[in-house]
């Protein structure tokens, strides 16, 4: 079965983001991908990959990758978070890494641990 990966980053995280998939883009291609508004479309535009977009993550795109999450449609998220700005959507950021830890779902949030993450899957899948 193709690995289900969401893909997440703040704004000041998408252009690492953008790095990250273009350095897996051969693995990722393979993938289901979801990813938040903003970040899927520059997947989509930027390196072709085929990516189902939810809302932007402070219109609610962080819970509905979190629905999918506690629905068993997700197998690992990669959310490259801003740990230096404050996110007005704070509470639903804290809501899904919650829900990886309930659900045990692998939940990367900078560039070493995706890169980990990416790496193992590429080697199992």
């Known amino acids: 079965m193709k690995p289900r990966i969401a893909l997440i980053a703040h704004d000041k995280k998408k252009d690492d983001m953008i790095a990250l998939a273009l350095e897996y883009r051969d693995?990722?291609?393979?993938?289901?991908?979801?990813?938040?508004?903003?970040?899927?479309?520059?997947?989509?535009n930027e390196l072709g990959l085929e990516v189902t977009r939810m809302?932007?993550?402070?219109?609610?795109?962080?819970?509905?990758?979190?629905?999918?999450?506690?629905?068993?449609?997700?197998d690992c998220?990669?959310?490259?978070?801003?740990?230096?700005?404050?996110?007005?959507?704070?509470?639903?950021?804290?809501?899904?890494?919650r829900a990886c830890d309930v659900h045990?779902?692998?939940?990367?949030?900078?560039?070493?641990?995706?890169r980990l993450v990416l790496t193992r899957l590429s080697e199992i899948a």
């Open 27 to 44: 693995f990722l291609a393979g993938c289901t991908l979801t990813a938040t508004g903003t970040t899927g479309g520059r997947l989509i």
């Open 104 to 114: 045990n779902i692998p939940c990367a949030t900078n560039v070493a641990s995706a």
């Open 77 to 97: 998220v990669i959310f490259l978070r801003d740990p230096m700005t404050p996110q007005p959507h704070e509470p639903d950021i804290n809501a899904l890494v």
């Open 55 to 74: 809302h932007s993550g402070p219109l609610g795109g962080d819970l509905q990758i979190g629905a999918h999450l506690v629905n068993g449609e997700i």
